[in-house]
């Protein structure tokens, strides 16, 4: 496989990193986070100005055509700046579900939102004790005429306090943890029956648990098969995997480039204690914990152009695994390493700690990775 990247995309790693540099430091960060859903309009018109909200969508909708290396690259800078804005949820996710499923018409209608910034979306998957499984779903969506009344309850849905617009798993037919019967469903955020309940998580983001009652939506509601969607799911949920793989590698990245740095400043004894060999070591160690993770995250997106589900699924699972245990292992010794200091609100080091916990958990711990490598990616 070829790693290098081209000119084209090493000019788009250039352009987000500059932008990033530019309006996304720490202090900054901690503003934005005040704003109204957490994260900055004005950020997000940045990126949407850049052509970077765009991106995997095809030219004949608007965007610009691109693959799974660019998503890498941008995911990587946003988890370097700590970023808040709902990338993840909207173009990745959100733009996931209409690339892979979307109709002409549902393309058409909300692909241009995602684009020039005016609409972000949330997933609305997680219920009452179904963990990682994506099949375990008991909100309903019953027919009524030629559309669909959506019951239920899903929790931390990112990006769910501000979303324009919700994309839900439903169940349509057969028991709760059946595979067939499941079906993804467009939602407008503010359709009747939709009742939001948001707060910000531990890594400074913001979710929310939400309940649908009665929630009418038409026919044109559904992507693609509403009784055998559950393959659409995973293969967007495991694009969302590689993207957080990718952005778990900037915020390591980040890790430990600030502890090193506050290696070689902080002193002890009258000396740096970054000259003590001991120190030199683990951060030696951390080095080659993000080389490990940074080549497994390539890996998951190279694997995103394998023609075989199950090939494709257990690649991602492996990345996850190393990505889970380079992250923790990255973020335990940056803290360790600031000392005290380093379990403050004031110092990032911390922050990047939390989002590498949380993106740990998201979609599928490390333990139950391993086990879908084990079994070969059907967990």
């Not at 257990?314 to 973020?331: C, E, L, P, W």
């Amino acid at each position: 496989m070829d790693f290098d990247l081209s000119e084209e995309q090493r000019l788009l790693k250039e352009s987000i990193d500059g932008l990033l540099t530019d309006s996304y430091d720490f202090e900054a960060r901690k503003k934005y986070q005040k704003e109204k859903g957490g994260w900055s309009k004005a950020v997000w018109g940045k990126l949407a100005e850049q052509g970077l909200l765009g991106l995997p969508f095809a030219e004949a909708d608007g965007g610009f055509g691109a693959g799974a290396v660019e998503t890498m690259i941008v995911m990587e800078a946003l988890g370097k700046a700590l970023v808040l804005e709902p990338y993840l949820a909207t173009v990745v996710i959100g733009g996931g579900f209409l690339r892979h499923g979307g109709s002409t018409e549902q393309k058409a209608a909300h692909i241009p939102g995602i684009i020039d910034g005016s609409k972000t979306f949330a997933f609305a998957q997680l219920e009452k004790n179904s963990r990682y499984d994506l099949a375990d779903v008991s909100t309903t969506a019953k027919k009524k005429g030629s559309g669909w009344v959506i019951d239920g309850e899903k929790f931390v849905v990112l990006n769910g306090e501000n979303a324009d617009t919700l994309i839900v798993t439903a169940r349509t037919k057969g028991g709760r943890r059946d595979r067939a019967g499941i079906g993804a469903f467009i939602v407008p955020a503010d359709a009747k029956g939709v009742t939001r309940k948001g707060y910000p998580t531990q890594d400074g983001l913001h979710a929310a648990d939400i309940t649908f009652t009665g929630v009418e939506v038409g026919s044109d509601a559904a992507i693609g098969d509403p009784e055998n969607g559950l393959p659409l799911i995973e293969r967007v949920v495991d694009e969302a995997r590689t993207a957080m793989c990718a952005e778990a590698v900037g915020a390591m990245d980040e890790s430990l480039k600030t502890t090193v740095e506050y290696l070689k400043t902080r002193k002890q004894f009258g000396v740096p204690i970054g000259s003590f060999q001991t120190l030199q070591h683990r951060a030696a160690d951390m080095f080659v914990a993000l080389e490990q993770a940074r080549s497994m995250s390539m890996f998951a997106t190279m694997a995103a152009d394998f023609d075989d589900a199950k090939e494709r699924a257990t690649a991602v699972a492996a990345a996850k695994v190393q990505i889970g245990k380079s992250g923790k292992f990255i973020g335990q010794q940056s803290i360790q390493l600031h000392g005290g200091i380093g379990m403050t609100q004031e110092a990032k080091i911390g922050h990047y700690f939390k989002r590498l916990t949380m993106i740990e958990n998201t979609f599928g711990d490390t333990d139950y990775h391993l086990r879908r490598v084990a079994e070969g990616g059907l967990v």
